[in-house]
């Protein structure tokens, strides 16, 4: 090439020209490279983010399945509501964005054109309520109680109504057939919230906005089954939110239906005679404090004894589950969770816990027999019982002389199980406990089950407590420090006792093993504990977990997820210990048994009955009052706290809760006709062809209907009954 | 037809046919420099693709007719390409006779702009509108006048073979007569396009051959002007809001750094392949502003891939290595520094518009050359390489 010749250039412009190349050269490498940058090494992140820049949602919910009793009659379902609403997207296409179409929609919905426009406008930090706080591309509902009139003249002259849609919709409805609210048990629903969604993205159960969460209950524990999946269409959409088209849709499963082993009708008595019970006994002034029984709360449970189900379970104070629907006003949230409502959400049947009292001595005459001692030997059963200058009183301290541990559940006597209780403290060396201590009474409280969950399909159930020697050392190292403040020498009983527990409150005392043999103490229990005990004595020994979800139902009724019951456990004693513990609990039912007076005229000899009374002592409040029974069939347990004595409280309600069971009437006649369950209910509700569950309708329960002679029984004849000697 | 240097320049052929003549040895068809003049009708061609993508379906922008743009594109690029064979059939020699009028007239237009004839478009007040939806930019124009004005005063004592090198005064009288359309301009303010320009003097001072003090002294001066123009407040919010979204991105993604942001989401989901023409979400679902335009870029970057992309960087580097070539072999200064202006230019352009699309420099509203819509930018590049290719058509056959 000719460089320099006769032209004017001279090196310093060739050499500036070439620069000048370089520098051009180097400029497009640079953008190659970071081309290269962008879209070779880190393109996929950009796709994803493109991706979330032009997709938008639209989601059909599924409509969340039923929760049935054992017949199939709903207990929680849907009903149908007239919803209508109106899509954004469509009404920004309009020139007028919509505003004439709406002004229709509010004439025939009888509203004022403001609030229909206020409910379809998006909310931001400027926007008062009302305002539409979900997703623009979800149609947003101006009203869930059309008419079918008005619905019907949108959907006819659609062409006046473009982007408004009336369409029937899915709302959550608890029914309370017969009365029977089954409030806790069935918990309730509330919209998701943010950290759900974040929490749950990458599983297989994801959440949308829009979904309802079940809170508690069996709302929760089937919370999935119950929810289904909502359909999503995914819509491609440009930057002003125009529909391009779209790119998928995933069609939705609707929820799939829960049958428990409720049973409506017995739920329903079980409901009334709580209540009625707990407002008896508030008529009833307790001897020691001298004060009308507040009876506060209580919990009554009706299990399965051979399987763990649980038929009935209620538990005062209650409340209306339909609060929930729709969203709960402020107003209602604090009625739910204020102290002067004693805190109805709460489920006292597996959340509630007390001292057991004498319910408990069946485990102290299982660890007696661990122990070695023979249950037909015979037990001094004195009026009271002496350790050191210390004496612990009999009930009314009446003694009974030498006694079977059969009997001494029978009397209830507590002096027998305090001599047992403190002998075995001293075999296990007192305070200073042997290496190989046995612990046959807190051990065997353990196998029982106390002191754990029963595990029944219900959120948040409580432990209970056995104050075993770990027990006492952990509480001491957790609170000892605020004993020793407060705690003064020969100050007033509390601050003595604060004294005491300072010095000395990991100890496991002489003092505590007398208590704990009698269910007093420390020792705390729940209602679905003790039923699951005394279950597991009437099935021979098998601790089940307590379950109330009987089968997963798929809405076309083609699959069927039974959810059998599952042991968690055995007593820790032999048959013939529990044939002995049996005929004891029977004998308390019978002739001079704490419960005799309760079951005058049972047919004993055709259904026999086996129950224990409690009456435990709170400090500070009135007794807890405790009544465990059971059949062959069924396990009754029921507890009222402040509400007295076991029999003398709950011991009407539980007899009347199985005579509505076997249809037997106060002098023990059974009518099968009447009775609403004389066996436990084996199958599961018939499912017709198209997935439909045919539901049986419910009766309101009628007490009357129990009673030989209503005339004479006017609710004041039982209570009025011979002033039992030993009642507790 | 013969132009007083264009189409007859053989002097010692005998009378020939006109096909004859065309493809003749020494014919101006085959003296055109081929690779730079198909370059840059490659780089049209696939701009018209690019720009009939972004506006197919920009309904508020096309008039209802898909293939507006795509056709506005082409007869942009028609018109340029008689604007180049005038250039060349005029040649640039018979243009620097004409340099002072192009001047002035290219000044008055630009002056022009800053009376109510003008009008504002994205903030910059840089055009006149003609009606009938055409409208005129004419700092386009300017780009061009500057590399002539100061080539023939550095040139023509050189090229006279009075000096070896411009001297200062000749420099001084260059820098003035740049200088001022520059002021003009800057007050629209059109401050991408002063970028420009202040490139634009910077290669032509080099090229020149003009002593290193200048250069350095220019560079200084761009340094010191630019920080005076940020201290002085003379430029608009929205231009100080370009440089800080261009610092931090992620500032205010729905706001100033949203453009950049939403190219560089597009230009990154391309991946090696792109999505293929007419297939971009970004591009579709009109996510980038100025797509067509200014972001012409993106919709290559998502829609072609990094090959895609790529082809147009390098087509972009053949037309610049062409350039480079014909400003080093010309036999005059004068070419050599109207070469060196346009490459600058081209350069500097295109560096700025990709550049800012890829996030590595802050937004400014500069076309992409040839690539991006618009007809006075179109025109201007052409003429470029009119002149490019008469440079190379003129010079002597060295073969």
Redesign the interface.
């Known amino acids: ?3 320099i ?6 090196p ?3 050499i ?6 370089v ?3 180097s ?2 490498l ?3 490279g ?3 940058y ?3 090494r ?6 994803a ?3 979330s ?2 997709v938008q949602q639209v989601v059909q919910p599924a409509v969340r399945g039923s929760i049935l009793d054992a017949r199939g009659v709903p207990l929680a379902d849907n009903e149908t509501r007239l919803v209508v609403s109106a899509s954004r997207t469509e009404l920004m296409k309009m020139k007028d964005d919509g505003k004439a179409v709406l002004t229709r929609l509010a004439g025939v919905l009888g509203m004022k054109p403001k609030d229909v426009m206020d409910k379809v406008r998006l909310c931001d930090s400027q926007t008062p309520q009302p305002c539409w706080n979900g997703s623009p591309y979800q149609p947003i509902p101006v009203t869930d109680e059309a008419t079918t009139q008005q619905a019907l003249t949108i959907r006819e002259s659609s062409e006046n109504f473009p982007g408004i849609t009336a369409e029937p919709t899915a709302v959550r409805r608890y029914p309370a057939p017969g009365s029977a609210k089954t409030s806790q048990v069935l918990g309730y629903l509330s919209p998701v919230t943010d950290e759900e969604i974040e929490k749950a993205k990458d599983t297989d159960s994801p959440f949308l906005r829009s979904d309802q969460v079940g809170r508690s209950g069996l709302e929760r524990t089937y919370d999935k089954a119950l929810r289904g999946k909502a359909g999503v269409t995914r819509y ?5 939110g125009r529909v ?1 088209g779209q790119t998928e849709s995933d069609p939705g499963i609707p929820g799939s239906d829960l049958v428990t082993s409720i049973d409506a009708r017995v739920q329903g008595v079980a409901e009334y005679e709580l209540h009625q019970a707990m407002k008896t006994v508030r008529d009833e002034t307790d001897k020691i404090t001298g004060r009308k029984y507040e009876a506060d709360a209580g919990a009554v449970v009706v299990m399965e004894s051979r399987t763990g189900r649980v038929v009935a379970m209620a538990s005062q104070p209650d409340y209306d589950p339909n609060v929930w629907i729709g969203g709960i006003s402020g107003k209602e949230y604090a009625q739910l969770t204020d102290k002067n409502s004693n805190y109805p959400l709460l489920n006292r049947a597996i959340q509630g816990q007390a001292p057991a009292g004498s319910v408990f001595k069946v485990v102290s005459a299982s660890a007696a027999v661990r122990a070695g001692y023979d249950f037909n030997d015979r037990y001094n059963c004195s009026s009271s019982y002496s350790m050191g200058n210390r004496s612990f009183a009999n009930f009314e301290s009446r003694g009974h002389g030498p006694i079977t541990l059969g009997d001494a559940l029978k009397f209830s006597c507590n002096t027998v199980f305090y001599r047992l209780g403190h002998q075995e403290w001293q075999r296990d060396g007192g305070i200073k406990p042997k290496k190989d201590a046995h612990d046959w009474f807190y051990r065997t409280a353990h196998d029982f089950g106390f002191g754990a969950e029963t595990r029944i399909d219900l959120p948040n159930e409580v432990s209970g407590r056995i104050p075993d020697r770990q027990w006492k050392k952990s509480f001491w190292e957790a609170n000892k420090d605020a004993w020793c403040k407060q705690g003064k020498k020969g100050g007033t009983y509390v601050e003595q006792i604060a004294y005491e527990s300072c010095l000395e409150g990991n100890q496991l005392k002489a003092f505590d093993s007398i208590n704990f043999a009698i269910g007093q103490g420390d020792v705390l229990i729940t209602p679905i504990q003790l039923a699951t005990a005394y279950a597991a004595i009437s099935n021979g020994g098998t601790l089940y977990n307590p379950t109330i979800g009987k089968a997963v139902i798929s809405p076309d009724g083609k699959r069927i997820q039974e959810i059998k019951p599952k042991a968690h456990g055995k007593l820790p004693i032999d048959a013939e210990t529990i044939s002995n513990l049996d005929k004891g609990l029977r004998s308390v039912v019978g002739p001079g048994g704490t419960a005799a007076w309760r079951f005058g005229g049972w047919p004993q000899d055709k259904i026999p009955m086996r129950a224990k009374t409690g009456t435990a002592q709170v400090y500070g409040k009135q007794t807890t009052s405790w009544f465990a029974t059971y059949t062959d069939d069924y396990t009754i347990v029921m507890t009222i706290s402040q509400g007295g004595t076991g029999s003398g409280a709950s011991g009407p309600a539980v007899r009347n809760i199985y005579d509505a069971l076997y249809g037997l009437d106060d002098e023990g006649n059974q009518d099968l006709k009447r009775a609403l369950l004389p066996q436990p209910q084996k199958d599961l509700p018939k499912i017709q062809p198209d997935g439909s569950i045919d539901a049986p309708t419910v009766k309101p329960y009628d007490p009357s209907e129990q009673l030989v002679d209503p005339a004479k029984s006017n609710g004041q004849q039982q209570l009025a009954g011979p002033p039992p000697v030993w009642r507790d | 037809m013969t132009g007083p240097h264009g189409f007859s320049v053989s002097r010692y052929a005998p009378e020939r046919g006109a096909l004859a003549k065309l493809t003749a040895r020494d014919s101006v068809l085959r003296r055109l420099d081929w690779p730079l003049l198909l370059s840059s009708l490659a780089l049209s061609f696939i701009g018209a693709l690019l720009v009939w993508s972004a506006t197919r379906g920009r309904t508020e922008l096309n008039q209802g007719d898909p293939q507006y743009f795509l056709w506005r594109h082409v007869l942009n690029t028609g018109i340029g390409v008689v604007l180049m064979i005038g250039t060349i059939w005029l040649g640039h020699r018979t243009l620097r006779g004409a340099v002072p009028v192009l001047y002035g007239i290219s000044v008055l237009l630009i002056l022009a702009v800053l009376t109510p004839l003008g009008a504002t478009i994205n903030g910059a007040h840089a055009w006149i509108v003609i009606g009938g939806g055409f409208s005129l930019q004419p700092s386009e124009f300017v780009k061009i006048t500057i590399i002539l004005v100061m080539a023939m005063l550095l040139a023509a004592r050189v090229d006279a073979g009075d000096l070896i090198h411009p001297d200062h005064r000749t420099v001084a009288k260059s820098l003035f007569f740049a200088a001022l359309p520059m002021v003009i301009v800057m007050l629209m303010p059109d401050l991408g396009s002063v970028m420009v320009m202040v490139v634009i003097v910077l290669g032509v001072l080099l090229a020149s051959g003009a002593s290193n003090r200048w250069v350095l002294g220019l560079i200084g001066a761009g340094i010191t002007g630019a920080a005076l123009v940020a201290a002085l407040g003379v430029l608009d919010e929205y231009q100080l809001n370009r440089f800080a979204a261009f610092a931090n991105p992620e500032l205010d993604p729905a706001g100033v750094g949203y453009n950049t942001n939403q190219a560089r989401i597009a230009i990154g989901s391309g991946g090696l392949y792109g999505a293929g023409l007419f297939n971009g979400h970004q591009t579709t679902g009109q996510f980038v502003p100025e797509q067509q335009t200014d972001f012409i870029f993106t919709v290559a970057g998502e829609e072609l891939g990094f090959l895609g992309a790529g082809l147009i960087l390098a087509l972009l580097g053949v037309v610049l290595w062409r350039a480079g070539r014909i400003a080093r072999e010309t036999t005059e200064l004068y070419g050599t520094i109207v070469a060196a202006g346009i490459i600058a230019w081209f350069a500097f352009q295109s560096f700025e518009n990709i550049g800012m699309t890829l996030g590595i420099m802050p937004v400014a509203g500069l076309p992409l050359p040839f690539v991006s819509y618009g007809g006075s930018s179109m025109f201007a590049v052409w003429v470029a390489i009119g002149l490019l290719q008469s440079i190379r058509v003129q010079r002597p056959i060295t073969a």
């Open positions: 090439m000719s460089n010749p006769e032209t004017g250039r001279t310093r412009v060739q500036r020209l070439i620069i000048i190349q520098l051009v050269f400029l497009l640079t953008l190659g970071r081309l290269w962008l879209q070779v880190n393109g996929d992140e950009y796709t983010e493109a991706r820049n032009h491609e959409v440009d930057k002003l391009m």
